[in-house]
């Protein structure tokens, strides 16, 4: 985006302005290369060493200990859905999921083509909520605990790391990722695709720890395999190449801003400012979500409860140069993805508008 404009977009979502002009200003001679990244061998020496340096950023900003591997896949978050089965399920055949929304609905449902995956509670009509863990039935002998840490289309997020006994814990972290510290250790799995927090499309993000690389069903394909990737240093076949180039900028700005507990505390006060607004609009404006796991990063409300009001929203608030805002076709309404990139006065700005909108609505 540029100028005054801001994209609220969920994913792909913003990046930050100065890593775009950066690869604006590299792209036709990356550092003296006379080769373009979107041209250059993966193979070449000046590639493999931006793999190494992106791994060497990740490891810093979220503090990953030596005994867990950093991965980059191909197949979005989509493709782990499949991944983490094929990998994982294999100990013992089954897998518990906790659904909190369509991501980690879809995540189970996809499972069923390689185990017996299990809801620890029941489905909900509607998202919204995280079923209290004290309701959990958890089995001792699944192979993995999957969960989403935050649900991008309904805007629930986990403020608490589930327990898990000591089964593997798995989680879809696509639309949070590198938002907040995180304490890899109470992880089997992290996984994100990298098109909201950390760069384009095409990339994703697998962290995991050594002792899950052997469990993997005879048919899991190569580029699907933990252990081949982590092999041969996500170098098993042709990687995303720019996407990982451009994900180690995004890391570089990230380093720059005063890291993931930076990143949360603009999170934390770019959130509280929207829903802040919502609550005290007197029913102008309204969230379903229940405030104890309201998302940071994907921000969904209705106007009104009405689109043809929310409609009007949507082009006012284009005019106003605020693009991206509308909710998932799923859900419809209006959902404002305030990843990193969005900056707290761009949050504050939008915030502007929306207490205008109710005043003359
Ligand atoms: N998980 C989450 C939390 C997501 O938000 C998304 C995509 N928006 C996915 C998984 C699926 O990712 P992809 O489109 O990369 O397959």
């Not at 299990?118 to 009509?125: D, E, T």
């Not at 395999?225 to 092999?231: E, G, Q």
């Amino acid at each position: 985006t540029m100028g005054d404009f801001v994209y609220f977009g969920a994913g792909p979502a913003k990046l930050p302005t100065t890593v775009l002009e950066r690869i604006q200003g590299e792209l036709l001679d990356l550092g003296g290369s006379h080769v373009s990244i979107l041209e250059m061998s993966h193979r070449s020496p000046e590639f493999m060493k931006i793999v190494d340096d992106t791994v060497a950023k990740a490891r810093k900003l979220l503090n990953i200990p030596d005994n867990y591997q950093v991965l980059f896949m191909q197949g979005g978050g989509t493709g782990q859905f499949s991944g983490v089965p094929l990998n994982l399920i294999g100990r013992t055949g089954k897998a518990d999921y906790i659904v909190t929304g369509s991501w980690s609905a879809k995540a189970a449902k996809e499972a069923e083509k390689y185990g017996q995956p299990r809801l620890v509670a029941p489905k909900p009509a509607t998202f919204g909520a995280i079923p209290d863990p004290a309701s959990w039935s958890l089995d001792p002998e699944a192979s993995y605990v999957y969960y989403c840490d935050n649900e991008t289309v309904e805007g629930v997020e986990f403020h608490f790391v589930p327990e898990t006994n000591g089964v593997p814990l798995v989680a879809d972290m696509s639309s949070n990722i590198f938002s907040k510290p995180i304490d890899i250790s109470k992880y089997g799995l992290i996984y994100a695709g990298a098109q909201k927090n950390i760069g384009p499309a095409g990339v994703t993000i697998v962290i995991v720890r050594d002792d899950l690389l052997n469990h993997a069903l005879p048919i899991t394909p190569n580029v699907l395999s933990y252990k081949v990737m982590a092999k041969e240093n996500s170098l098993h076949n042709t990687p995303p190449c720019f996407a990982i180039y451009a994900v180690g900028l995004v890391f570089d700005w990230i380093l720059e801003n005063g890291g993931v507990e930076e990143m949360e505390r603009r999170a934390i006060e770019k959130s509280d400012l929207l829903y802040n607004l919502i609550d005290k609009s007197n029913g102008f404006y309204t969230s379903v979500v229940d405030p104890s796991c309201r998302s940071r990063m994907n921000v969904p409300f209705r106007v009104k409860k009405d689109e043809k009001v929310e409609e009007k929203f949507l082009k006012e608030a284009k005019a106003a140069k605020f693009l991206g805002l509308k909710g998932h076709r799923s859900v419809g309404g209006i959902r404002a993805s305030i990843y990193n990139a969005i900056l707290p006065e761009q949050v504050s700005r939008l915030g502007s508008f929306i207490e205008e909108f109710a005043a003359n609505n």
